[in-house]
């Protein structure tokens, strides 16, 4: 039709004058879209721009990583905890490892309290364990060794970065029991803190749980007054599963308490181990077994 535009409107054709008051509030629209569009694509920027270089809000991972690799956000320990389990002192100045360590500890058993400088823990009362680390903010940690070796009968296992020979030599010379090289595994840190309790421990320490007792010492066990006769790889999985009565003690731990932290061959090995001691003992329920987790003392 001359002299007139069409429209689509979904309604029918209008004339040119309606049209392009159409035309010209569709293009407001279009203008303001497009402005929209573009602050969204600067704020795109922007937050790439952000991740490229400093993050305005941290952005942590799902999981944070294991012991193993000794990193964590910084954050203050767990309090101490209070348990049956021996007592370990954390000397460790970065609170990210010192979480870590405080609570993979407690939920090992153990009754745990941490101190982040030299003269804290020269000031703290006797623990059964000391975990020292060599690098704290107001000394030399061999210094502290030292010092430590001189007034307590403490276990002292060094727990630090340097892996050079002259710096364990050092510590071990200064009075540590033990040298363990960060990164490393809470199984093995805890299998070195039983075997450093079982050497520096004099006495004959006794465990008992009902009618059950171990002699740390002389390596005896009894049910109910009688001794059993067990043999030492027996013995060595019994202490494991005795030193925390109740608490599920998983297949791999066992395995490294027992033989070493480097086991590599099948766990059906345990499997028979424990049926002997079972049999040996002849207590029903004693040693339980949690399908998919490991074993576990339970009541009697």
């Given at each position: 039709?001359?002299?007139?535009?069409?429209?689509?409107?979904?309604?029918?054709p209008v004339?040119?004058?309606?049209?392009?008051?159409?035309?010209?509030?569709?293009?407001?629209e279009?203008a303001?879209?497009?402005?929209l569009?573009?602050?969204?694509?600067?704020?795109?920027?922007?937050g790439?721009?952000t991740?490229?270089g400093?993050?305005?809000?941290?952005?942590?991972p799902?999981c944070?990583?294991t012991?193993?690799?000794m990193?964590?956000?910084?954050?203050?320990?767990?309090?101490?905890?209070?348990?049956s389990?021996?007592?370990?002192?954390?000397?460790?100045?970065?609170?990210?490892i010192a979480?870590?360590?405080?609570?993979g500890?407690t939920?090992?058993?153990?009754?745990?309290?941490h101190?982040?400088t030299?003269?804290?823990?020269?000031?703290?009362?006797d623990?059964?364990?000391?975990l020292?680390?060599?690098?704290?903010?107001?000394g030399?940690?061999?210094?502290?060794?030292?010092?430590l070796?001189?007034?307590?009968?403490a276990?002292?296992?060094?727990?630090?970065?340097y892996?050079?020979?002259?710096?364990?030599?050092?510590?071990l010379?200064?009075g540590a029991?033990?040298?363990?090289?960060k990164?490393?595994?809470l199984?093995?840190l805890?299998?070195?803190?039983?075997?450093?309790?079982?050497?520096?421990?004099?006495?004959g320490?006794?465990i008992?749980h009902?009618?059950?007792?171990?002699d740390?010492?002389?390596?005896?066990?009894?049910v109910s007054?009688?001794?059993?006769p067990l043999?030492?790889?027996?013995f060595?999985?019994?202490?494991?599963?005795?030193?925390?009565?109740?608490?599920?003690?998983g297949?791999?731990?066992?395995?490294?308490?027992?033989?070493?932290?480097?086991w590599?061959?099948?766990?059906?090995?345990?499997?028979?181990?424990?049926a002997?001691i079972?049999r040996?003992?002849?207590?029903p329920?004693?040693i339980?077994t949690?399908?998919g987790?490991g074993?576990?003392l339970g009541e009697?």
């Amino acid at each position: 039709m001359p002299g007139s535009s069409l429209v689509a409107t979904g309604v029918g054709p209008v004339d040119s004058q309606a049209a392009g008051a159409a035309a010209g509030h569709g293009l407001a629209e279009l203008a303001e879209a497009s402005r929209l569009s573009g602050l969204a694509g600067q704020t795109e920027r922007a937050g790439d721009d952000t991740a490229a270089g400093t993050p305005a809000r941290p952005r942590w991972p799902a999981c944070w990583p294991t012991l193993g690799c000794m990193t964590a956000p910084s954050a203050a320990p767990e309090p101490a905890a209070v348990g049956s389990g021996p007592s370990v002192l954390v000397v460790e100045d970065d609170m990210g490892i010192a979480s870590q360590l405080v609570r993979g500890l407690t939920r090992g058993g153990y009754q745990v309290d941490h101190v982040t400088t030299g003269g804290a823990a020269l000031a703290h009362s006797d623990p059964d364990v000391v975990l020292l680390d060599l690098e704290l903010p107001d000394g030399d940690g061999v210094n502290v060794c030292r010092k430590l070796r001189e007034r307590s009968t403490a276990a002292i296992i060094v727990v630090t970065a340097y892996g050079e020979e002259s710096d364990r030599v050092n510590a071990l010379d200064a009075g540590a029991d033990d040298y363990l090289v960060k990164p490393f595994g809470l199984a093995e840190l805890q299998a070195r803190i039983r075997a450093v309790l079982r050497r520096v421990r004099p006495g004959g320490e006794l465990i008992r749980h009902g009618p059950l007792t171990l002699d740390l010492r002389t390596k005896k066990v009894t049910v109910s007054g009688a001794e059993v006769p067990l043999t030492p790889k027996e013995f060595d999985i019994l202490e494991c599963l005795a030193l925390d009565p109740g608490r599920v003690v998983g297949r791999q731990e066992v395995l490294e308490a027992a033989w070493d932290s480097h086991w590599y061959g099948p766990t059906k090995v345990l499997d028979v181990h424990v049926a002997a001691i079972r049999r040996k003992l002849g207590v029903p329920g004693l040693i339980e077994t949690v399908y998919g987790r490991g074993f576990r003392l339970g009541e009697v």
